[in-house]
């Protein structure tokens, strides 16, 4: 079992593609790959431009989207949204047409999950952030042209936070909420971009394109 010590002492940016880190979604990893022997079906590395302005903070792949196409956010709804999003930000090149090898590209722009194996139910548990969060440190620390990052949802907005030392009293997760820390850095929250949400009305793609455009302003800046 690959260690957290052993994943920052060798900056390991993405996980190895049989990762046993978290029994759980190893388990969970192992019944899908004998279910959808066609799927991707290991972590999902990360993805976008080599030298990022933004960050885009994701949860997990979901099961028939990132797990199965081995891409960020690529082949469920979220990601019809996101880079929906991102194309009128900007922020990407090409069509997205739901699968890894569309040609899309992204533009100061980079994606990492929290957690990088799908989870049951879509629902990681507490000791799997942690365990995953080695590589989004790392992940962080490679790339250090990125200033902005994006929050999608409360466990990444949390685990952003554990990431750099932050308090989470201190920094509340809000819709639209932009977060300054002393070091220049600076974090917009956002409702996750899930078909859930938005069937909910609890995010609108208004209000998606707002805090996606404030982050790209801001990051543009830079």
Same mark, same amino acid.
């Given at each position: 079992?690959?260690?957290?010590?052993?994943?920052?002492?060798?900056?390991?940016?993405?996980? @190895?593609?049989?990762?046993?880190?978290?029994?759980?979604?190893?388990?969970?990893?192992?019944?899908?790959?004998?279910?959808?022997?066609?799927?991707?079906?290991?972590?999902?590395?990360?993805?976008?431009?080599?030298?990022?302005?933004?960050?885009?903070?994701?949860?997990?792949?979901?099961?028939?989207?990132?797990?199965?196409?081995?891409?960020?956010?690529?082949?469920?709804?979220?990601?019809?949204?996101?880079?929906?999003?991102?194309?009128?930000?900007?922020?990407?090149?090409?069509?997205?047409?739901?699968?890894?090898?569309?040609?899309?590209?992204?533009?100061?722009?980079?994606?990492?999950?929290?957690?990088?194996?799908?989870?049951?139910?879509?629902?990681?548990?507490?000791?799997?952030?942690?365990?995953?969060?080695?590589?989004?440190?790392?992940?962080?620390?490679?790339?250090?042209?990125?200033?902005?990052?994006?929050?999608?949802?409360?466990?990444?907005?949390?685990?952003?936070?554990?990431?750099?030392?932050?308090?989470?009293?201190?920094?509340?997760?809000?819709?639209?909420?932009?977060?300054?820390?002393?070091?220049?850095?600076?974090?917009?929250?956002?409702?996750?971009?899930?078909?859930?949400?938005?069937?909910?009305?609890?995010?609108?793609?208004?209000?998606?394109? @707002?805090?996606?455009?404030?982050?790209?302003?801001?990051?543009?800046?830079?």
């Amino acid at each position: 079992m690959i260690k957290a010590k052993k994943i920052l002492a060798n900056n390991l940016v993405n996980p @190895d593609k049989d990762c046993s880190i978290c029994p759980r979604l190893q388990e969970f990893r192992d019944d899908n790959r004998e279910k959808f022997p066609d799927y991707f079906n290991a972590p999902v590395p990360i993805w976008g431009d080599k030298e990022p302005k933004l960050i885009i903070v994701g949860l997990a792949p979901g099961l028939k989207g990132a797990n199965r196409t081995g891409r960020p956010f690529t082949g469920d709804y979220a990601g019809d949204l996101l880079f929906q999003t991102l194309a009128k930000a900007g922020l990407s090149s090409g069509e997205y047409k739901s699968r890894a090898n569309d040609g899309l590209k992204l533009k100061n722009v980079m994606i990492v999950n929290a957690v990088r194996c799908v989870p049951p139910q879509n629902k990681p548990i507490g000791a799997e952030i942690n365990s995953c969060r080695p590589f989004l440190i790392a992940a962080m620390k490679s790339n250090p042209s990125a200033k902005v990052f994006l929050a999608l949802g409360l466990v990444a907005h949390n685990s952003f936070l554990t990431t750099i030392g932050a308090r989470k009293v201190d920094y509340k997760f809000a819709h639209g909420a932009k977060h300054v820390f002393e070091n220049g850095t600076i974090l917009f929250d956002s409702y996750h971009c899930s078909r859930y949400n938005t069937n909910t009305n609890r995010l609108s793609e208004e209000m998606f394109e @707002d805090v996606v455009f404030a982050a790209a302003k801001e990051a543009e800046a830079f």
